[in-house]
């Protein structure tokens, strides 16, 4: 079948570039050697801001770090620990003192606020396929002392900053299939109507990559801008309705910055105030407003913001597996499982693309 739908897609004599914006599906491609396989028969495909930790700003690490700082317990995922931030990371901070315990989920943290006096601050990263549960949480009438800091981001804000920047040529896009088991298919229709963007939704194994690129050709060769839907033993047009109603109570859209492109309106997921008693941002003003005073810069040499706007690739930062290896991360790219340099670096071993 791979065989198959790789000599289709090499008889269309094709010359596109792609995007995606998911960690598993670059886990996927570069896992599986599609990557290269796809490149053989003409489909550079790139991925775009699709990984959360990645996109958090360096401005939100530090906010992250001044909370660990100030005595409060921070509840963080582990992806979050190795991520530098301008004089050190999460860990550096535990390793000082500072109270900073690894979860897996928000469930765990609102746990640990329960078993705890002080007071608990989850920091709540990722898109749609985590905020529901964040949400919940809130709407669940958690303990006094647990709040929520929500760097929450969500993906149709950023996929219209990627078209609209124009910074690459972009013939089309694969949609995140647990994003978009959330949010449906409807979020990406004005991408193809007003961009003329040709996208389809994509599952996670090689064959639903496979399947999706020869749609997108499909698409590209007849002049079609649609969005289909390759994922449908999950995802379903209206998404899950139950999970957006969550989200609608406890958030509201906010303006937001994503490392590596300028503030994206109404990327950012605000907690409504309504539940400002679990608003670490309100609870502790006084400790991330002069963090928020301060311009932040990348780390020197880093060029994590180019890769998640698809500009380059891992391979093209001269850091790359010298002096930045997930053993020494110089970027968030290099620490997160779904960050690009990281999954390079995984499966090439450390070595560049030939
Ligand atoms: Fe940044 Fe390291 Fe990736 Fe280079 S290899 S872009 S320094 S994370």
Known sequence: MTRRVID???KMKLDITLMHVCGTHQDTL???GL???FRDVGVDIRQGPGCPVCVTPPSEI???LALARSGVTVAAFGDLMKV?????SLNDAKAEGADVRIVFGVDDAVELSRRMKNDVVFVAIGFETTAPTTAMALLSNPPENFYVLSLHRTVPPALKAIASMGEMKLHGMIQPGHVSTIIGTGPYEFLSRKKKMPQVVAGFEPLDLLMA???LARQISEGRADVENEYVRVVKPEGNQAA????GDAFEATDAPWRGFPTIQDSGLSIRSRLEGHDASRRFSEVIAPVLEREYVEPEGCRC???LRGIITSDECPLFGTKCTPQTPIGPCMVSREGNCYISHRYRRGGKRT
């Open 213 to 215: 690129v020869y749609m």
């Open 84 to 88: 530098p931030g301008e004089r050190e």
């Open 35 to 37: 990557d290269d396989e």
């Open 244 to 247: 957006l109603r969550a989200m």
């Open 305 to 307: 913001g180019e890769i």
């Open 30 to 32: 570069i896992r599986f």
């Open 8 to 10: 289709e897609l090499r």
């Open 62 to 64: 530090e906010e992250v």
